[in-house]
């Protein structure tokens, strides 16, 4: 049995959901992917209590360990992001490479992924108890003067940023390489090959394009980072990183890749909708409307979505030309066309074929109209003259949080259609319609909380939304997030009562 | 209307709306329809959905290009260029932000008279935002250190009253504190 398998068997409670059987001919594209799922649900259970902890940390002022408001917010946001959504997708993605293209999903490379990101996850977690609290953002060059002023050690400086570097190289090189592989060189197994798909499948074409994407984008930022903590490790000597811990040189490489980061994401969970959708057509078509259409969709946001991370920064002309300032624009928006087309995709396949609405698909479309609807809120932000009035408010991190929501809960819904594949077991289907339906209204309420604090002008990261008068929205947040909450744990139910496959 | 949609919060609120509202309203429909009324095959001739497909694909693009285009001259780094070459005279506001306080050249300006904001930071990234004293943004700026030209925005003040002054980038514990005051008489 591999050790992945062990380790799930190993791990009270949640080993129960994702115990795989470790002997079989699957185990070498179930095991891995699962503890990986696995594991980042455990982040998301502590993502989630932070994140319910923070109105009330707000309304009682409270300063006790994890329950102060800028620990809450840095490891909120570097757990729901990392060691989460980025690792379900890893783990859901992983499984389905391998499904699809009879490959094995549990080399060195996958084994080494899994540790970095959650070694790394680990180390930033504990530097943030030391004090480090950058936000998940960084805000380099937040993270010295922090140091230099004496609000935090030097020492979680160092950790915080050993902890960044693991998860970057995990997220920029490891997975990346991994599916290349997968695609281009390992090895065939038949068996393993349950659904086989071409690079002409759309649901194919978007996992390439998106490892493209991360690979491309983040190289920059492993050079940057990477010269950083080798002078933090006393390696390289001051004089060679002078150019690295540049504000803007260091900013620009951050969200060069952060915002590609966001962008690969979602052309990954495109691609497995389109991968998805046609299998529970009610005609029994299993095609899209149009594989051209959706092939354009993903090139439309690659292209688009490349160069509009300028969007980060329009408030800061004329130090960002206006010249960049317009091409992110119009980029931001182009971004939306490519949405139209997918939109246009998924509702003519559904138009002309009919729907199964089994609780996994449902749940993916749930998440597609959260998905859409955050689209709007962000191309309201990546236009110049609205982005003078909201850009630093909760519209923006309502918008990084909803986006991530969406993702997430069409990867639970790719998830459940895999789930009797990957262990064996038929997910409780009740239980599954009641987790995406709280999860849509919690999901949906969050971001009209959210947008409508950015419209009030709430600043995002304060920790005194009771003295300046916020707290109403804080409370919009707590009901919200409760809802949110109880969605998730419907999806722990559905996955705990699923039953054994007998054949 | 277009001086709220692009200048107020609650104006790109009910653009949201805008676009939100007939997406659901479309693509819920579609979906109760085929997968809970009818999931036969629907009547629609192949023929059409090109016909639909370009018109869809169409008003999207027009909306998005009105709704850009029509931004254009809301957009602060359009204005703040326009004035300062227009050779009217304007006020001058010097700003050196750091953590957690404003270096200000002055803390009051006149109505009705331009006023030339420009703002650099000293440590971190850090925030200048203005807000009107019925609580919402008038601008905001975001202010990196190390860059050689400061943050500038031109600005036209048409009440008077007590403007608070907040930082919007998260820049450590004290963020939340990083106020000021400017006074438009
Ligand atoms: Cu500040």
Redo the contacts between chains.
């Keep these: 049995m591999s050790t992945a398998a062990k380790m799930i068997q190993g791990t009270p409670v949640l080993g129960k959901m994702f115990k795989v059987n470790g002997n079989d001919d699957l185990a070498s594209i179930n095991a891995w992917p699962s503890l990986i799922i696995m594991t980042s649900f455990v982040w998301l259970a502590i993502a989630l209590l932070l994140g319910v902890s923070m109105p009330i940390i707000q309304y009682f002022g409270l300063n006790i360990f994890l329950f102060e408001f800028?620990t809450a917010l840095t490891l909120h946001g570097a757990a729901m992001t990392f060691p989460f959504a980025f690792s379900l997708m890893v783990g859901v993605s992983l499984h389905r490479a391998g499904a699809c293209m009879g490959k094995k999903a549990d080399g060195p490379l996958v084994v080494l992924y899994y540790i970095f990101m959650n070694i790394g996850g680990l180390l930033f977690t504990l530097s943030v108890l030391a004090g480090f609290?950058?936000?998940y953002?960084v805000?380099?060059?937040?993270p010295v003067?922090?140091a230099q002023?004496g609000?935090w050690p030097m020492w979680s400086v160092v950790l915080g940023f050993t902890g960044i570097a693991l998860i970057l190289v995990s997220m920029i090189i490891l997975y990346p390489i991994q599916i290349l592989q997968m695609i281009f060189w390992g090895k065939k197994h038949d068996e393993l090959e349950l659904s086989p798909r071409t690079l002409n499948d759309p649901g194919m074409l978007g996992m390439l394009i998106a490892v493209l994407v991360l690979l491309v984008s983040g190289l920059p930022l492993i050079v940057t980072a990477s010269s950083v903590l080798l002078y933090l490790y006393g390696i390289f000597p001051a004089a060679w990183i002078g150019w690295a811990v540049?504000?803007?040189v260091f900013?620009f490489v951050f969200y060069i890749f952060a915002h590609n980061l966001m962008e690969s994401m979602a052309i990954m969970i495109v691609s497995a909708v389109y991968g998805t959708l046609p299998l529970y057509l009610?005609?029994g078509t299993r095609k899209l409307?149009s594989d051209k259409?959706a092939n354009a969709a993903l090139w439309i946001l690659l292209i688009t979505s490349v160069t509009s991370f300028f969007h980060h920064?329009y408030?800061?002309?004329?130090?960002l030309p206006?010249t960049f300032?317009f091409h992110g624009?119009?980029m931001s928006?182009g971004t939306?066309?490519g949405g139209?087309?997918t939109?246009?995709t998924i509702?003519?396949t559904?138009?002309?074929?009919?729907?199964?609405?089994e609780p996994g698909v449902?749940m993916i479309?749930a998440g597609f109209?959260i998905y859409?609807?955050d689209g709007?809120?962000a191309?309201?932000i990546g236009?110049?003259?609205?982005s003078?009035?909201?850009?630093?408010?909760l519209?923006v991190g309502g918008h990084a949080m909803t986006v991530l929501l969406a993702m997430s809960l069409m990867w639970m819904g790719v998830l459940y259609h895999h789930y009797p594949v990957l262990t064996n077991r038929n997910p409780d289907a009740d239980k599954c319609r009641q987790s995406y339906r709280m999860y849509f209204i919690g999901g949906v309420g969050m971001m009209y909380t959210f947008?409508?604090g950015?419209?009030?002008?709430i600043?995002?990261?304060?920790?005194?939304w009771v003295e300046?008068g916020y707290m109403g929205i804080g409370v919009f947040i707590l009901i919200f997030g409760l809802i949110l909450s109880y969605g998730i744990s419907m999806f722990f139910v559905t996955l705990s009562k699923s039953r054994e496959i007998t054949t | 209307m277009r001086d709220f949609i692009y200048e107020d919060g609650w104006g790109a609120f009910v653009v949201l709306l805008f676009f939100h509202i007939p997406f659901l309203i479309f693509f819920c429909r579609i979906v109760y329809k085929k997968a809970f009324v009818n999931t036969g095959p629907s009547g629609t001739a192949p023929e059409k959905y090109p016909k639909i497909e370009i018109m869809w694909i169409s008003t999207v693009a027009v909306l998005f290009i009105l709704v850009n285009v029509l931004s254009v001259v809301y957009m602060p780094p359009v204005s703040t260029a326009a004035l300062t070459k227009s050779g009217t005279p304007f006020q001058e506001v010097d700003i050196t932000a750091k953590s957690w306080y404003y270096d200000m050249s002055s803390r009051e300006v006149e109505v009705g008279v331009p006023v030339k904001f420009s703002a650099k930071s000293g440590d971190t990234v850090h925030g200048f935002s203005v807000y009107h004293p019925d609580g919402r943004i008038v601008f905001t700026m975001m202010l990196m250190p190390g860059m050689e030209s400061p943050t500038t925005l031109v600005h036209t003040f048409e009440e008077p009253g007590e403007y608070k002054v907040r930082c919007l980038e998260y820049c450590g514990i004290v963020h939340h504190a990083m106020q000021d005051l400017l006074v438009v008489r």
């Design positions: 800028y609290k950058i936000t953002t805000m380099f060059p937040l003067v922090g002023m609000v540049t504000p803007v900013q009610a005609d409307y259409l920064f408030t800061m002309f004329p130090a206006s300032s624009n119009v928006w939306g066309i139209a087309f939109i246009f509702l003519a559904i138009w002309k074929h009919g729907l199964r609405p449902m479309l109209v859409c609807l709007v809120t191309m309201i236009n110049v003259a609205m003078y009035h909201l850009h630093g408010t519209w947008m409508a950015g419209a009030m002008g600043p995002r990261r304060i920790s005194n300046s």
